[in-house]
């Protein structure tokens, strides 16, 4: 009796099966975790703005263009005891 028992539950086993799920790559199944993780989303962000300021911030700087003797073309630096005069 022992023997039918296992035999059927071993039947029974390689009959069940398990609902098939689409093969998932490497990086899907990490952008998965990683939107799924709230604090991880809002650093990328933060640090993705901070990048963006950075490369952006030399656009919006008021810095005049000079030549020296030898013709290179570079920005000059104010002196920090000159007046500051209106432009």
């Known amino acids: ?5 296992s035999y059927l ?3 029974l086993m390689f009959e069940c099966e398990a609902p098939m799920r689409q093969p ?5 199944d990490a952008w998965k975790r990683f939107t799924g993780n709230k604090t991880a989303v809002v650093s990328a962000i933060f640090i993705i703005l901070i ?5 952006l911030i030399r656009s ?3 810095i005049p263009m000079t ?8 920005r000059s630096v104010p002196d920090i005891e000159a007046p500051v005069r209106n432009r």
């Open 1 to 5: 009796m022992s023997f039918q028992m």
């Open 9 to 11: 539950y071993l039947q």
């Open 24 to 28: 998932v790559t490497y990086w899907q």
């Open 51 to 55: 990048t963006l300021l950075a490369i």
């Open 60 to 62: 919006f700087q008021d």
């Open 67 to 74: 030549t020296d003797p030898g013709g290179r073309i570079h």
